[in-house]
Antibody, heavy 117, light 107 residues
Framework: QVQLQQSGPGLVKPSQTVSLTCTVS??????????WSWIRQHPGKGLEWIGY???????YYNPSLKSRVTISLDTSKNQFSLILDSVTAADTALYFC?????????WGQGSLVTVSS | EIVLTQSPGTLSLSPGERATLSCRAS???????LAWYQQKPGQAPRLLIY???NRATGIPDRISGSGSGTDFTLSISRLEPEDFAVYYC?????????FGQGTKVEI
């Protein structure tokens, strides 16, 4: 059974960088044809797909965030990460990791990121 | 990008009733590349349906998906107490993937 456990800071100052990690259990992130995604949900709002990384390292990002986003793999720890640069209040959201690049299943528990000085 | 519009915004029903949720796309969704998720307060979304009509593992058969092109439907034949939640559709046929704004099913 695949499970995803997220970690990362809750509070970030404007213009700084936020880094979130998703630790995967139950499958090797570098094996097979797996994809690993990040999605966010603004408070009280719907969902926004951020991007995904393929098990071989290829990435694809939402064009609206592409200039500020990096998704990477750490195969030694069976983790994948999201880095978002130059954050503003508009990046305050609940961030989720998930398995898949089309339909998403399963999801991590979510990490609330608040951008505030 | 493809905009997904879900209706109604809120559906007020009772246990045992049938729920019909709509997801309309601003342009045709390729090859039925549409999924449905359920989200309860304080939880991550859970996959219900992929490929417009395929149930995910463990999803009961009273939950079904249908549709093609620009019009998709999620149906719950007999609402159970655990079904009261927010439901989102997602299209993954045209980049960037996008989600609808959600339909809340409440008692």
């Amino acid at each position: 059974q695949v499970q995803l456990q997220q970690s990362g800071p809750g509070l970030v100052k404007p213009s700084q960088t936020v880094s979130l990690t998703c630790t995967v259990s139950g499958v090797s992130i570098s094996s097979g044809s797996h994809h690993w995604s990040w999605i966010r949900q603004h408070p009280g709002k719907g969902l926004e797909w951020i991007g995904y990384i393929y098990s071989k390292g290829d990435t694809y990002y939402n064009p609206s965030l592409k200039s500020r986003v990096t998704i990477s793999l750490d195969t030694s720890k069976n983790q994948f990460s999201l880095i978002l640069d130059s954050v503003t209040a508009a990046d305050t959201a609940l961030y989720f990791c998930a398995k898949g690049s089309t339909w998403l299943d399963p999801w991590g528990q979510g990490s609330l990121v608040t951008v505030s000085s | 990008e493809i905009v997904l519009t879900q209706s109604p915004g809120t559906l007020s029903l009772s246990p045992g009733e049938r729920a019909t949720l709509s997801c309309r796309a601003s342009q045709s969704v390729d090859s039925k590349f549409l999924a449905w998720y359920q989200q309860k307060p304080g939880q991550a979304p859970r996959l219900l349906i992929y490929g417009a009509s395929n149930r995910a593992t463990g999803i009961p058969d009273r939950i079904s998906g249908s549709g093609s092109g620009t019009d998709f439907t999620l149906s719950i034949s007999r609402l159970e107490p655990e079904d009261f939640a927010v439901y989102y559709c997602e299209q993954y046929g045209s980049s960037p993937w996008t989600f609808g704004q959600g339909t809340k099913v409440e008692i």
